[in-house]
């Protein structure tokens, strides 16, 4: 096999801590295609939880384009929107304070010394907590200013993780009206002023706190004009790579490590998370072969109780499809088994009685590709949208 | 002298480290790689949140105690802070837990992080109080990192409402500054399941139970510590081994309670030992215990009681008769108990047994029911296990009345004269009872030798002899049934199979009068069970020739109620020495009653169709002969061994009739058949280059001779190998040539070959079938600088050979060069090279007229 030549500095597995921006590798392509798209508009980021969307943010935050300023957040510790509009306040004044004259409309809103009396709120110097929506109005028109001062093509980016959280906090805790204003606001604030864009994700998706909005009478559509994103896995040639120096970082003995590293990287799916974690749970002692992952793997995966809880994706068919579940499963079986598998294959495995409408099937389908069971290649055929998930839909339905 | 290092059972911290470093087993691997991540994380951008994973006892803080103690090195110490928080504190929220690190760094480093932040924030609203003290945390922290070490995580996931998790996650997201080093009892759902807030936050390291070995290397290095030379060398005894494989089964591989048993083992007095103890679990262990019980339907605190009362590992089906319910009951709440981490289990054959997956649980709950001072059954079965009954009589002796630790000796030597079992032999049987021969580990080997030494019973012995067996291990067989075969507790009947299998040993080994003479023990012992004697005229005949073994497969075939396979096996054995003294009738009647019986073995049925193909084929019934090995081929069940054998005879029967293609057919299935043995398998090979030598050249045949040449040695495949070597010579010259006129794939081709005919002695043939072959490379289309390039082929690729062995084609070559210079310049002039006897030797090969004497 040919060698890959490697850029990246000595690492070694981390899952699920926080890794170094110069370690996070293998999205170098997606990123220079999100700044890009940054330009026109902003955009909603979505995928699997685990998949790397945060890391995506740090390695955004830690190099943007010249001309670019940047403000990053994890928001789902927020739970009203005054507390938001002090975060998007007290992080636009700290992204600034190093370029620019600072946010004068807010100061003038809070007065000389209340501006500085930040302590969970942004006070007006009565002390009373400022008007949220006024906070961000103004933190917003600042920011523009603030752009447009520093020249052509300068802009703020904000990145706001947990956005979903955020919302669904806001709407327990004060009222799910209260989360569509939060909402409104943002569309409107994105709306007005071209030298800030939004890029907003989250560990659940976005659509499943908005339909739980909408079934409270909110009619809006926050996202419309965002592109939207699904960075997904990292390419092969990334994901063997990434497992490969990883095997080496970690010291694990291996006889032919562009083997192991393929074998590792695409039993994984080469999803980075579960690369850094197979690799950490690989014993030291004896030497890795290819068997040995697989092994490993099919162990942690189907053990009693594990900590890939790839049992979630069988539980939830219930909730999200209902009376359509058995009809879910039929279609997971069959690719699972035979992928890929274009309609027509999937309508005979599922379809021997005739009894389901072709309309019903096509359906199921987007959903399904919709909340990343599949996906659909070019060539028009379904197929799982992460080989882990085949695997282990393989092994805990007794498939062959 | 220097004060005994003291060794905590329950708080491994108020130990001191370099005690902690030094009876480290099993986790050096885990604790230097979790030390690596951590100085990364202090040095590093990258941070790590650690998790370990054990129940009570595993040994998690005596691990996060040495990560924090190697982490105190002077080049990290500007660089990190460190916050350990109490085990049992607990937070509601976010602001508390923030509180919770921020008074530890106060505690450490109290003019770094001063006590009055905290005080500072009474009055604060908790959304401005959390603020607050997390940008003061953030600011007196300054660029270093902040390693918090947190015990029992899972009980602070239970206290913190989802909302107040989010928080904390968001303030580590967003200040990367934080590494975490946390434990827990076990995998819980806050950090395991896909829609919690830290799903997948940690890395998870889950801490093995301690293996016997490691037990024994703990009690060791405990012994080291504490200058316990005695102890020390006790437990490098066999004896030691089998103790400490004894109460392995008691301890369950918990470091805890290893320390625990530490401290009594060279103790002769428990005086101030026992009392303190039982306080201690009692206070420490109890109220966790029964408050987890709490949490329990009544059936399945019943179940665990009945476990902790047994102490040792049951299955179900007792546990069921134990609590009167229904297997399919007491099934359903194992299965629940066990995924709430109470119990664990293992299957054993078909059984599965279940036992506490805590023993230290077993050791609390009879603290809470000891309300009448009755001694801990734990630590009496310790004492029963570990000690000798001589031991305990002595230290009683030594021991008032009145001492707190004479309960527990008195109990445990009421145990002993109550009849009871040895402790220490019933639990090491336990573990090997249901264990097949051919399953047992090193571990269980250690344990039934360990077992056989002690107790010295026959039983024990040649439960021994057979794991010894299954091993293949013949000398240590021997020994283990030469013990029963010895023994004056033995009785006829476990003589009689230990001399059975000692002889079987003995014939592995290669012993065979050894082994007769202990098969014609068997036989003149008197009143033994038919089976065996049957099976001992069978093994001795199959040792036997002529008419001593027809008379021994017919004793086998009179005994009446013989086992069928041992009939089965006489029948056969006495076929073929019929075949082979030529009473073809009476050889061919006994195979066909093999075929015939009802319920004969695959391999039986199959072997007895071999010998009556080769009986008729011997009688010129090639139809017949064909005919039944066709039939033995086609046997169901039958072993790839004998399938081997099969094929490979009607491969050879077929080359003898004509009908060569199928016969290499078969003969190919033999090579490609696993399992198929290596002597068969040479001789397929043979036949197939044979077959290949006489018709004609092919890669294939070039194959197979390297194949055939490469199988390793056994005794039998030089007789294969050594009459073919002429012929594959020839056939590897005539093949290297004809497949390729590229001068490097022929060097490579004859570095492949020259080592495999060094091994078998034929370098001399080949030398001498290289020269033969000079008229037909004369005869070849290839040109003269082939010529050349050829005997430089022979020459490159003698590197490969000895120089003994390169001595040994130095003549060959010489007359190669010498003939190759003759073809090219048709001189006989060219010859002059060589020596007389040699010019002789090639003058005859090359056709040319004898030299004329001057």
Same mark, same amino acid.
């Given at each position: ?28 392509? @997606? ?33 943007? #384009? ?335 | ?97 923030? /509180? ?13 992080? #001063? ?126 081994? &089998? ?11 918990? #470091? ?12 002769? +007095? ?33 179940? /665990? ?96 009345? &009145? ?239 004998? @399938? ?49 030598? $006489? ?27 050594? #009459? ?35 091994? $078998? ?17 004369? +005869? ?5 600088? +082939? ?68």
């Amino acid at each position: 096999m040919r060698h890959v030549k490697y850029h990246h500095p000595q690492m070694s597995s981390n899952p699920g801590g926080q890794l170094a921006p110069n370690q996070i590798v293998g999205r170098d392509d @997606l990123i220079a295609s999100m700044w890009s798209v940054l330009k026109g508009r902003s955009i909603y980021m979505n995928d699997l939880r685990r998949i790397g969307k945060t890391q995506i943010m740090v390695k955004m935050h830690a190099a943007p #384009p010249a001309d670019w300023v940047t403000a990053k957040c994890d928001l789902g510790g927020i739970h009203t929107a005054a507390e938001f509009a002090t975060q998007a306040y007290r992080l636009s004044a700290a992204a600034l304070s190093r370029t620019t004259r600072v946010l004068r409309s807010m100061h003038k809103l809070l007065g000389q010394a209340g501006g500085l009396e930040i302590a969970g709120l942004v006070k007006l110097p009565d002390g009373t907590p400022a008007p949220w929506k006024e906070v961000l109005r103004r933190t917003f028109a600042d920011i523009e200013e603030a752009m447009c001062d520093q020249g052509p093509g300068h802009r703020m980016l904000f990145l706001w993780d947990e956005v979903p959280f955020l919302l669904s906090n806001i709407s327990h805790r004060e009222s799910p009206e209260v989360a569509m204003q939060v909402l409104d606001m943002l569309r409107a604030l994105g709306q007005d002023h071209d030298r800030i864009r939004l890029l907003l994700t989250g560990s659940i998706g976005l659509h499943h706190v908005l339909t739980g909005l909408k079934a409270q009478g909110y009619n809006g559509s926050p996202l419309n004009r965002m592109d939207h994103i699904q960075p997904g896995p990292l390419t092969p040639k990334h994901g063997v790579e990434l497992a490969r120096t990883l095997l080496q970082g970690d010291g694990i003995r291996c006889d032919d490590w562009d083997r192991c590293a393929t074998e590792l990287a695409s039993a994984v799916g080469h999803v980075p998370f579960y690369i850094h974690r197979l690799v950490s749970r690989l014993p030291k002692a004896d030497a890795t072969t290819p068997k040995t992952i697989q092994d490993l793997l099919d162990r942690e995966i189907t053990a009693d109780t594990n900590d890939w809880d790839l049992q979630h994706y069988r539980d939830r068919l219930r909730p999200y499809y209902g009376p359509d579940e058995k009809l879910a499963l039929g279609v997971l079986d069959a690719v699972a088994v035979n992928e890929p598998l274009d309609f027509q294959a999937i309508r005979r495995e599922v379809n021997m009685s005739g009894a389901v409408d072709d309309e019903r099937l096509r359906a199921l389908l987007k959903l399904l590709c919709q909340d990343h069971y599949l996906t659909r290649t070019p060539e028009n055929q379904y197929r799982f949208y992460l080989s882990l998930i085949r695997r282990w839909w393989r092994l805990n339905r007794s498939l062959s | 002298m220097n004060e005994t290092p003291f060794l905590s059972h329950f708080s491994p911290q108020w130990t001191r480290p370099e005690a902690l470093e030094q009876i480290l087993v099993q986790r050096e691997s885990l604790l230097s790689d979790s030390v690596e991540k951590i100085r990364e994380s202090i040095v590093t951008g990258n941070k790590h949140h650690l998790l370990f994973i054990g129940s009570r006892g595993a040994g998690k803080t005596h691990l996060i105690t040495l990560i924090h103690h190697r982490l105190q090195q002077a080049d990290l110490l500007d660089r990190a802070r460190f916050a350990w928080l109490n085990e049992d504190e607990i937070a509601t929220s976010f602001l508390k837990l923030l /509180v919770l690190i921020y008074r530890s760094l106060s505690a450490r480093y109290p003019d770094e992080f #001063p006590a009055s932040t905290v005080r500072a924030l009474a009055g604060l609203e908790a959304l401005a109080a959390e603020d607050k003290l997390g940008q003061s945390l953030l600011r007196d922290l300054g660029n270093r990192t902040l390693v918090v070490l947190m015990e029992n995580l899972d009980s602070l996931f239970r206290t913190l409402p989802e909302a107040e998790l989010l928080r904390w996650r968001a303030f580590v997201q967003n200040h990367p500054v934080f590494a975490t080093i946390g434990t827990a009892q076990a995998l819980f759902s806050g950090v395991s399941e896909r829609t919690e807030p830290f799903f997948g936050f940690f890395d998870t390291r889950h801490l093995e139970p301690l293996s016997v070995e490691d037990a024994r290397l703990l009690l060791k290095n405990i012994a080291r510590l504490q200058e316990k030379t005695d102890l020390l060398e006790f437990l490098e005894t066999p004896t030691g081994k &089998a103790r400490v494989a004894a109460i392995h089964d008691l301890a369950g591989g918990n #470091p805890r309670l290893y320390l625990i048993f530490s401290e009594f083992l060279n103790r002769t +007095a428990l005086n101030e030992l026992v009392r303190p103890f039982e306080e201690m679990v009692d206070r420490q262990l109890t109220s966790y215990y029964q408050e987890r019980l709490r949490w329990l339907t009544p059936l399945q605190r019943e179940i /665990v009681q009945l476990l902790c009362h047994h102490g040792r590992p049951i299955p179900v089906k007792q546990i069921a008769e134990g609590l009167f319910t229904s297997q399919g009951t007491i099934s359903g709440q194992l299965r629940q108990l066990r995924e709430m981490h109470y119990l664990r289990f293992q299957s054993l054959g078909r059984e599965v047994f279940y036992e506490l997956a805590e023993p230290l649980m077993r050791l609390a709950l009879q603290v809470k029911e000891t309300h009448n001072r009755k001694p801990l059954a734990l630590i009496v079965d310790f004492l029963r296990v570990w000690h000798d009954r001589q031991d305990i009589e002595q230290r009683l002796a030594q021991l008032g009345s &009145a001492s707190p630790d004479h309960r527990y000796y008195a109990e445990a030597l009421a145990l002993l004269e109550s009849g009871a079992p040895n402790l220490r032999h019933e639990i090491l049987r336990e573990g090997l009872d249901n264990l097949s021969p051919d399953a047992c580990d090193d571990e269980a080997l250690i344990r039934a030798r360990c077992l056989a030494e002690e107790s010295d019973l026959p039983a024990d012995w040649s439960r021994f002899g057979w794991i010894q067996w299954a091993r293949k291990e013949w000398t240590e067989t021997i020994q283990a049934f030469t013990r029963v075969i010895d023994s004056k507790a033995a009785s006829v009947a476990e003589v009689a199979l230990a001399l059975n299998m000692r002889g079987a040993a003995f014939s592995r080994f290669g012993s065979t009068e050894e082994a007769i003479e202990d098969w014609t023990r068997v036989i003149r012992l008197p009143g033994i069970m038919p089976g065996l004697l049957a099976w001992s005229f069978v093994q001795r005949g199959t040792h036997l020739d002529g008419k001593e073994a027809i008379a021994d497969f017919t004793s086998a075939i009179e005994i009446q109620d013989a086992p069928a396979l041992a009939l089965e096996s006489a029948l056969i054995g006495r076929g073929f020495q019929y075949g082979r003294a030529e009473r073809h009738d009476e050889a061919i009647a006994d195979l066909s009653r093999v075929v015939d019986m009802p319920g004969v073995s695959a391999d039986g049925a199959a072997l007895a169709l071999i010998g009556r193909s080769q009986q008729n084929f011997s009688q010129g019934r090639e139809d017949e002969a064909i005919a039944d090995i066709s039939r033995a081929i086609g046997v169901e069940g039958i072993s790839a061994e004998r @399938l081997a054998l099969a094929l490979c005879y009607r491969g050879h029967l077929l080359s003898l009739t004509d009908e060569p293609e199928t016969a290499v057919a078969d003969l190919t299935k033999v090579i490609q058949l696993p399992g198929a043995s290596t002597v068969v398998i040479s001789q397929a090979l043979s036949l197939i280059a044979l077959f290949h030598a $006489h018709s004609g050249l092919s890669e294939l045949a070039l194959q197979n001779l390297a194949s055939l040449l490469a199988t390793p040695c056994t005794v039998a495949i030089p007789k294969v190998i050594t #009459p073919g070597i002429p012929v594959y010579a020839e056939q590897v010259i005539q093949n290297i040539l004809a497949h390729t006129t590229d001068p490097q794939r022929w060097t490579t081709r004859l570095r492949e070959f020259l080592p495999l005919f060094a091994r $078998h002695g034929g370098l001399a043939q080949l030398g001498d079938a290289l020269v033969q072959h000079l008229p037909k490379l004369a +005869a070849s289309p290839l040109n003269h600088d +082939a010529y050349d390039a050829w005997a430089t082929a022979w020459s490159e690729a003698l590197d490969v050979l000895s120089p003994e062995d390169q001595d040994r084609l130095e003549i060959p070559l010489r007359l190669l060069r010498a003939g190759i210079d003759y073809l090219k310049t048709q001189h006989a002039g060219s010859l002059l090279v060589l020596p007389a006897e040699e010019r002789r030797i090639l003058r005859q090969t090359l056709g040319l007229p004898a030299e004329t004497q001057e």
